[in-house]
């Protein structure tokens, strides 16, 4: 059974970098897509962006510019960072596994809140 | 970007009736790359439905996902108890994937 573990701060301080990391156990990281998808306190989801295990990556538009997804296949992890966080980047976040061409996001992780506050 | 519209935003039901919940793409979606989750408070989401109307591994017969192009719908035979959540369609046909703003179930 795959299992996904968000980790990393849960308060950030605005302006400043969210790194979060997702570890995959229970499986190979490899020959799947994965993926980033965030949650606003009671609103509802927003794609982030996923990577291949080979390095590939595609990101939300309107995101982009801020936004790094990066896997480390040694150690079965896929990390996040999002860039001059503000306010607006407070949101619960989920790494999730991405059958691109089958079953969309099937496993997920509990959920990491993260709160951008001074 | 596919924009994904669901309707109703709420639906109020009593434990045994059908539940059929809408969500509309602004364009085709590709292959009909299309799924639909569960979200219950304080919890991830739950895959249910894939690729339109194929069940995710556990997923009780009661749920039944149909539909193509840019018209699909998530029907709920009978309600149970467990099954009052929020329920988000998400298309990812399209290189950017996107998500429904969801539809509330609740208790009648």
Known sequence: ?118 | EIVLTQSPGTLSLSPGERATLSCRASQSVTSNYLAWYQQKPGQAPRLLIYVASSRATGIPDRFSGSGSGTDFTLTISRLEPEDFAVYYCQQYGNSEVTFGPGTKVDIK
């Open chain 1, 1 to 118: 059974q795959v299992q996904l573990q968000e980790s990393g701060p849960g308060l950030v301080k605005p302006s400043e970098t969210l790194s979060l990391t997702c570890t995959v156990s229970g499986g190979s990281i490899k020959n799947y897509y994965w993926s980033w998808i965030r949650q606003p306190p009671g609103k509802g989801l927003e794609w982030i962006g996923y990577i291949h295990y080979s390095g590939s990556t595609n990101y939300n538009p309107f995101l982009k510019s801020r936004i790094s997804i990066s896997v480390d296949t040694s150690r079965n992890q896929f990390s996040l960072k999002v860039s001059s966080v503000t306010a607006a980047d407070t949101a619960v976040y989920y790494c999730a596994r991405f059958d691109y061409y089958g079953s969309g996001s099937d496993y997920w992780g509990q959920g990491t809140l993260v709160t951008v506050s001074s």
